[in-house]
């Protein structure tokens, strides 16, 4: 199935690896060119070069994405190098701050909400004027079932997550006139990294609340924001998609 992609210029946030790389490179399967963002270099260069082997265009760029001034100029360096930016998948986010919120610290808290949402609407709003202009856009922030069910010790980071939900929805109002759209998945539990170095009971436990009762892929999720990026989905805008696999669902 033609996705419409071809040739389109996409920017992923965190792209360098776990769920953002897999993004990243579904595009480029797709014939899209990919630009990535994100403070890791190393991770960016490698990503680069996989996505480069598929034929298509890549370009990688440290960024922090709390930075709005870093932001803009590297949305000008994508467009520069590849051309108009037309699709963006924020895909950025910190969890390093796992404690109650009677002991939490100020500024992990304030890191947070600096990444995980002031980083998703610097994003947002450095690659709208382009949007703009091509008169079309695609737009899919990657959120967390821990922003629908709330994550013990783990306030900023659900908090955040939560919130892009009402951004997205803001933004699929507002944009809807340039033929934009703005929608978010909520991943459940992911083999990536962060998962990996858990406990194995703790692993075992998560695993008995999804109804495959097995940790999902990072390509689960990105078939699914490339599809939400297409032509294919062109009436598709303001949602949330549940990838949790059933973590959300209620059971006896």
Same mark, same amino acid.
């Given at each position: 199935m033609d996705l419409g992609l071809k040739n389109r210029v996409v920017a992923v946030t965190g792209g360098a690896r776990g769920i953002g790389k897999a993004i990243a490179l579904e595009f480029a399967r797709e014939g899209a060119n990919v630009g990535l963002l994100d403070i890791f270099d190393e991770g960016l260069a490698q990503t680069a070069k996989e996505i480069e082997a598929m034929g298509v265009k890549a370009f990688g760029l440290h960024c922090d994405v709390g930075?709005?001034?870093?932001?803009?100029? %590297?949305?000008?360096?994508? %467009?520069?190098?590849?051309?108009p930016v037309t699709v963006l998948v924020n895909s950025a986010a910190v969890l390093d701050n796992v404690s109650k919120i009677e002991i939490m610290d100020q500024g992990r808290w304030e890191r947070d909400l600096r990444v995980n949402l002031t980083g998703v609407f610097n994003c947002v709003r450095g690659a709208l004027p382009t949007m703009q202009s091509e008169q079309w856009g695609r737009i899919v922030s990657i959120s967390s079932v821990a922003g629908v069910l709330g994550g013990f010790g783990q306030a900023g980071y659900s908090a955040t997550k939560s919130a892009l939900l009402g951004l997205m929805k803001t933004v699929a109002l507002e944009q809807g006139r340039y033929n934009i759209t703005a929608n978010v998945v909520f991943p459940g539990i992911i083999a990536t990294e962060m998962f990996q170095f858990m406990r194995d009971d703790m692993k075992e436990r998560i695993r008995?609340? +999804? +109804?495959?009762?097995?940790?999902?892929?990072?390509?689960? +999720?990105?078939?699914?924001?490339?599809?939400?990026? %297409?032509?294919?989905?062109?009436? +598709?805008?303001?949602?949330?998609?549940?990838? %949790?696999a059933g973590i959300t669902l209620f059971t006896f």
């Open positions: 930075d709005h001034e870093a932001v803009n100029a %590297s949305f000008a360096k994508l %467009s520069a190098e590849l051309g008995k609340r +999804i +109804i495959f009762k097995k940790e999902g892929e990072p390509a689960d +999720i990105a078939w699914a924001v490339v599809f939400l990026c %297409s032509e294919k989905a062109r009436y +598709i805008t303001g949602v949330a998609l549940d990838l %949790s």
